[in-house]
């Protein structure tokens, strides 16, 4: 898939629409999902035009791969959900249901999270 600019994180990154933001570095930017599943549900986004996990991975430079990874895990660390535990959920592609193509992480926490997928 290629990388469309006018998906809503997109439009985010560039500041044409609001987010509730949690974190932001050079490499990634970290707000709050609009409709949250879990008390707290944080979405983690890289800076770069990057559509899906495999994209990134191939894609992006070194710097900015380390640097999304430091920038998730900062934000893991000061939402205070070490200690309880969290789920990370990366949706890639149709089967996963990833309805915005720009890639990204969820972070969930803050209440039991049940089963990992649902039964077929
Ligand atoms: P996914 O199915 O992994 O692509 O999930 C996309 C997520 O983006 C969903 O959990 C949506 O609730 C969330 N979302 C969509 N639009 C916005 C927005 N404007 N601000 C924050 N989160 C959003």
Known sequence: MSYD???IFA???RGEIPCKKVYEDDFALAFNDIHPQA????LVIPKGPYTTYDDFIASAD??????FQRALAKT??????VA?????ISNNGVNAHQEVPHYHVHI???????VLVEKA
């Open 5 to 7: 600019p006018s998906n």
């Open 39 to 42: 008390p707290t549900h944080i």
């Open 108 to 114: 969930l926490a803050g209440r039991p999270l049940g």
């Open 84 to 88: 309880d535990g969290y789920r990370l």
């Open 11 to 13: 439009k985010i990154l």
């Open 62 to 67: 070194d710097a900015e791969i380390a640097g």
């Open 76 to 81: 893991i660390n000061d939402a205070n959900v």
